[in-house]
């Protein structure tokens, strides 16, 4: 009896339809049934959605992949379904095209599933770059015949940088240092020094370690190559605690463009006694403390009412209890069309605002003046009422550098670089506002033979050169002596 009921309960699990699943597999030309003639053909997809998703393919590599999701729609014509096909476009600095088309195991029976949710299925693969913009497309097979509108469903997704939780295990990510944690520590020793203690990272071998509030009040550059505990000693111009430590790393792979990490400068504890109190002699001490207290005590009230009594016979004078904030210092910064403005311009005049007390002046920011008043006159005024014009030269080519750098939106920006190298000519030859130029370097950038009479001007190598150029912003001087080239000059004929 017992085997009869097992053989129906098997005919009767066998007799139940298998529910479909997906053999996915790659297929970048057109599919086949494109070329076939099809009465009827399937309605298109309900919904398509897409995530990231990070997969460990071995220990400490990742790869991160989208997780694309589509929901079949619920009608007749899901019994004619045989496929789905999905293609990704990335767009950044290449554009990348693929294909992936999706078998169902077996025919559908029904237009939802027998537990009566709607047909969802997910396929992870195509891998995804860095703030790249994807286009993807997704339709069912058969598809419409040709000449017939075939249905279709897309949507855009644009994936984010390395600060994204999971981007940063990308391999371009984990060598900038983003899983790179310094723990940083940082505590006042006495009035005029904090001790900063960090973990550093074989990417690089730089760091910049900066103490401020609303200004700098100390700096330090580290250098070191291997993974070790670092300790540097940074002397402060103000009170310090509670002000914010910033760790600027310089890696290979990011170079100026690197994640910043930040900490708070705490008082450092008390060091402790190196032995314990003797157990045989804490009466003895306890006593002598009390003792001591006792004598700290009348000598400071004696001391108390000798200052109260002198106090009394001494005129008062006012003195000064808070030193003035040092003025802004106006900075306009010129730099050729070829530097990637967002990566370099950007962050180099972040660096001013927070760590030079600079008040910059840039083009991009002032395109409705310059538009009414002319780019040489917009410059003009700009050079008499800043107190340094900064010539920034860049050798960097970042890679995250897409071509929203290159040409912003609308018209094309006014390459002002040539317009401030002839004003800077016409006072070369006058040598009245010589003083106020500089010209700075990022990477491996120099002077291009066009513009060689810049030479005459002082020149920073960033971040080589930091504390000069930092004290050189901090104290403006009106004049400054320069030394005319006879070679130099001759670049200044009309350009």
């Given amino acids: 009896m017992s085997l009869v009921l097992l053989s129906l309960a098997t005919l009767c699990r066998s007799a139940v339809p298998q529910e479909p699943t997906i053999q996915c597999g790659s297929e970048n030309g057109p599919s086949p049934e494109w070329m076939v003639q099809h009465t009827l053909t399937p309605g298109d997809l309900r919904n398509l959605q897409v995530e990231l998703v990070k997969t460990s393919i071995v220990a400490e590599d990742y790869s991160i992949l989208m997780n694309i999701s589509w929901t079949l729609r619920a009608d007749a014509s899901i019994r004619l379904l045989k496929a789905t096909k999905i293609c990704v476009t990335g767009k950044s600095n290449m554009q990348t095209y693929s294909c992936v088309r999706c078998n169902y195991t077996e025919a559908f029976q029904s237009q939802t599933r027998p537990s009566g949710g709607k047909w969802t299925f997910s396929y992870v693969g195509f891998p995804v770059a860095l703030n790249t913009l ?39 990510c984990i060598e900038a240092g983003n899983l790179w944690n310094p723990n940083i520590t940082a505590c006042k020793k006495n009035e005029e020094t904090v001790e900063v203690n960090f973990t550093t990272n074989p990417l690089g071998n730089t760091y910049m370690v900066f103490i401020q509030r609303n200004i700098i009040l100390g700096l330090s550059v580290v250098v070191e190559n291997n993974l070790t505990r670092t300790s540097v000693a940074i002397t402060v111009t103000e009170e310090s605690e509670g002000a914010m430590v910033q760790l600027t790393p310089y890696f290979h792979t990011c170079g100026n463009d690197c994640i910043r990490r930040k900490g708070t400068v705490v008082l450092c504890p008390e060091p402790s006694g190196p032995f314990p109190p003797d157990n045989n002699r804490s009466v003895l001490g306890g006593c002598l403390s009390i003792l001591l207290l006792l004598l700290v005590a009348t000598w400071m009230l004696a001391v108390g009412i000798c200052v109260m009594r002198r ?69 003009t005024n700009q050079k008499q009422a800043a107190d340094k014009v900064i010539f920034l030269l860049s050798s960097d080519s970042h890679t995250a550098c897409d071509s929203s750098c290159g040409q912003s939106k609308g018209s094309p920006s006014q390459d002002l670089f040539p317009l401030a190298f002839n004003l800077f000519c016409s006072d070369l030859s006058s040598q009245t506002h010589l003083h106020k130029y500089l010209v700075v370097h990022l990477g491996e950038a120099d002077i291009k033979d066009d513009y060689n009479a810049l030479c005459v001007c002082p020149q920073y190598h960033l971040m080589k050169d930091i504390t000069a150029f930092h004290t050189e912003l901090l104290h403006v001087t009106n004049t400054m002596s320069v030394k005319k080239s006879q070679a130099c000059h001759s670049s200044c004929s009309p350009l």
């Fill in 134 to 172: 994807y286009l993807i497309g997704a339709h069912n097979i058969p598809n419409a015949n040709m000449n017939e509108d075939s249905p279709s469903l897309s949507v855009n997704f644009t994936s984010p940088g390395c600060l994204n939780h999971i981007m940063k295990y990308k391999k371009q």
């Fill in 311 to 379: 106090h009394g016979r001494i005129k008062k004078t006012s003195l000064p209890t808070t030193t003035a904030l040092l003025p802004l210092v106006k900075v306009l910064v010129v730099y050729p069309s070829e530097i990637c403005f967002h990566h370099t311009v950007c962050h180099f005049t972040e660096f001013l605002q927070n760590h030079c007390r600079s008040e910059v002046i840039l083009e991009k920011w002032q395109k409705k003046k310059i538009a009414e008043m002319g780019p040489v006159q917009w410059l």
